[in-house]
Nanobody, 124 residues
Framework: VQLQASGGGLVQAGGSLRLSCAAS????????MGWFRQAPGKEREFVAA????????DYVDAVKGRFTISRGNAKNTVYLRMNSLKPEDTAVYYC??????????????????WGQGTLVTVSS
């Protein structure tokens, strides 16, 4: 199982980015997925999660109303649309997937597979 995150970059405060996470090695249509981030000097934190159908999503309070997690049509890709970016959103963003299907992990750190991360830098 491999998760490939992409879409990070440098953006000014107030700007937008869309992160993508492409999963391979198995079909992820029945698996929840999540996004986490780790800022310099800080612990990794939960950002957003989505269930296998796309019908249930969760967000950390700091990004509610600004970030949107969604799944691609083939369900093997997960996106994180980030609007109204702030300097405090600067971090390496990781996508994550569980080992077992049809279980919603939400904000738990129990995900089994992690992507390599993509760096998002928001300048003030």
């Amino acid at each position: 199982v491999q998760l490939q995150a992409s879409g990070g970059g440098l953006v000014q405060a107030g700007g937008s980015l869309r992160l993508s996470c492409a999963a391979s090695g198995r079909t992820f249509s029945n698996y929840a997925m999540g996004w986490f981030r780790q800022a310099p000097g800080k612990e990794r934190e939960f950002v957003a999660a989505i269930d296998w159908s796309g019908g249930t999503t969760d967000y950390v309070d700091a990004v509610k109303g600004r970030f949107t997690i969604s799944r691609g049509n083939a369900k093997n890709t997960v996106y994180l649309r980030m609007n109204s970016l702030k300097p405090e959103d600067t971090a390496v963003y990781y996508c994550a997937a569980p080992k077992f299907p049809l279980i919603y992990y939400g904000s738990s750190n129990s995900y089994n597979y992690w992507g390599q991360g993509t760096l998002v830098t928001v300048s003030s």
